[in-house]
Structure formats: C-alpha cells, structure tokens
C-alpha cells in the first residue's frame, strides 16, 4: 500500500470530509432555513411574545470523485525490471456520503414597545438556541481499474492489485470519515436585534438588524458543533405581510454577512436567506397553506492560513476546509404548513416540512419545524 501517493490521500480526505464541495464552514448557517413560516404575518403590537420552535433537519451530501495512482515503481520492483515513467497505474472511484442531522429548540424573546422612531414602533428581540448536532462521514464504495501495462499482467496480479489499491484507499477513508464523524448538543449562538415595526389595516413591515456573538458550545476539532464558530454575524432583514380576506402572505428576506473564525482562519461567505409563507383560512382557528424557503451564498468561502500554516494542520482538518473553500452554496424547500390560532389570539401553534431541492453544493434533505408563539 505504499505506493499510495499524497495526491491519493488528499482526493480521499476532501472527498469523505465533505461528500463534495459544500460551501460554509462545516455546512452551517445561522440563519435556520424555513425559520420564518406563518407566525410572520402574525400582529406584533405591543407587549411581549415568547416563541420556541422545534426543528429538525437530516440532508446528505454525496460525493463521488477518481484517482489516478502511478504504479510504475510498485511493479518495477515486484519483477526486478525497470518500467518507463508513468507505464503502469490504476484508476480509482470514490463515492461517499455525509450525513448531517441537527434538532434544537429556539426560544425567542422579542418586546414591541409604543415608542415610534420613524413612523415605526421600536421593539427588540433576543435568541437563543438548544441544539444537538451530527455528522456523519463514510466511504460507501471504491472501485478500481488498472491502466496501461499494469492492465496487461496476469488475472491473479491485477486482482492482488487491485485489492492493494482499494485496501489503502479504504484504510484512509474510513480513518478520515472517523476522525470527522461526531455528534454533540448544548446552546447555540444568542442572537439579539433591535426592531422597526411600520403597520396598516392590513400590512406589517418589520426591519430587524441582529448581531449574532460566538457564545456557543464549539470545538474547532470537531466536526459538528452546536456553536457556527468563534466569528461574528451581521444580519439586516425586512419582513413583509398582508392579511387579505381569508387569506395571508408573509416573506422575509435576511442578508448575513459574517467575520472570520479566529480559531481556524476561515471565512464563511455571506448569503441571502428567503422564507415564504401563503396561508388560506379554512376554519375561524385553522389555517393550511405552503411554506418556502431559499439559500443563496454571494460570496465565496477564502482562509487567510498561508499554504505552510495549512499543511501544519492535520489531516481532518484539512479535509474539512478543503472540501468547502472557494465554494458558494444554494438550496430550496418547500411544504405543507399548518396553523392554528386559540382563542382572540392567545396563542398561535403551527407545524410545516419542507423538502429541499435544486442544490448546489450544499446538503440536501427536509426540514420540519413546530412554532408555539405566545403573547403575553
């Protein structure tokens, strides 16, 4: 198995760290797609509302990725005999999977007071989430061909070939998929905004800017965290509604623009987050309809490590940041959403699952979410 070169090993490392290229430092966002749903077309008048959301999401990314090893000088010295450069070799295929599952529980605080700035009523909000997350690497196959002369040898030999190849290609995978598979649980990251409320008979228009610190569990050695990491986020949104007759829609728009990870060097791209939600009133407490989300990344993933600094670090780690660096990531989802509302608004419990389409380096599975918003 010696005849394993560097190449080999990076192409495993990348491929099973990260499936394939998965744009965002370890696939995650701090903004929960499909977090906006039905409560955003909800009155926030004055006083207080306290939220806890439920959520659940399972996605995989699958990875498949060839290799070419130069057997020249293995078989050179097995028949005693020099071979020309590049003569003899094998081509091996890849295929992995990555499978992230993340449940949490969000508990939202927010306050709308009377005071006007604007022409909007001031509020504020703060978060902060409970979450358990996996990860969850693994080489699935590996298959190899031989090439030029090594293709040419004896069955028995180009089995005990192939055999070596898919051996040593095995051993490190399995190694590296290991070394990043791991699950963990404990607070995320607090998020805290100051809020701008604009209202009319039917339409509410908020204006959040939050700030999210790196108050969470984290580990830069681990692959799932339940902390996004040691760096900042900056998230400006506008969220729209408007209650028609038996009907209503609200959307929100978020842009998340984040600092580098001062552990690790690395700097997540910003991206743009999309939630919809259309409901239509089938009862004086029930409402059905659909809600939507999208995943957008603007702006590629960069490291400020030099190429000596990355080469320090070990194997695992440079499967992570190599599998995701220079990437952009975009996802969409989309399902059924149900609400009910008690009483003149005593409280609004809703339920929806999502599942996810047309990605682009990025995960790709469902999410379900259960809201209670509660005003008090």
Known sequence: MAFLNKNTALAIAALVACGSAAATEDYDLRYAPGYGAADMSAPFEGGWVFQAHAYVYSGNVR???TVNTDLTGAISAAIGSPLPPNSAGAHTVIR?????????VLARLSYMSA????GATIGGTALLPLINKGSEASVTNITTTLTGIAATLPAPNQAGLIGLVNAGAAQQGNALAAANSNKTWGPGDLEVSPIL?????????LFVM???APTGDYNANRAANPSAGKFWTFRPAVQFSYIGDGWDVGTRVAYSYNSRNVETHYKSGAYMNWDLALMKSVSESTRVGLSAYAVDQLNKDTTN?????????DPAFQAREEGTLNEKGRIFGAGPEVAYIHGA?????EGRVMKEFGDQTRPKGFTAIVSLSKPF
């Open 345 to 349: 608004g005593d409280y609004l419990l």
């Open 210 to 212: 939050t700030v999210v």
């Open 96 to 104: 992995t999977n990555d499978q992230q599952n993340v449940n949490g």
């Open 63 to 65: 990875g498949t990725q």
């Open 197 to 205: 409320r604009w209202s009319t008979e039917a339409t509410q228009t």
């Open 115 to 118: 005071t006007t700035f604007l």
């Open 305 to 313: 490590l030099t190429a000596a600094q990355f080469a320090a670090k």
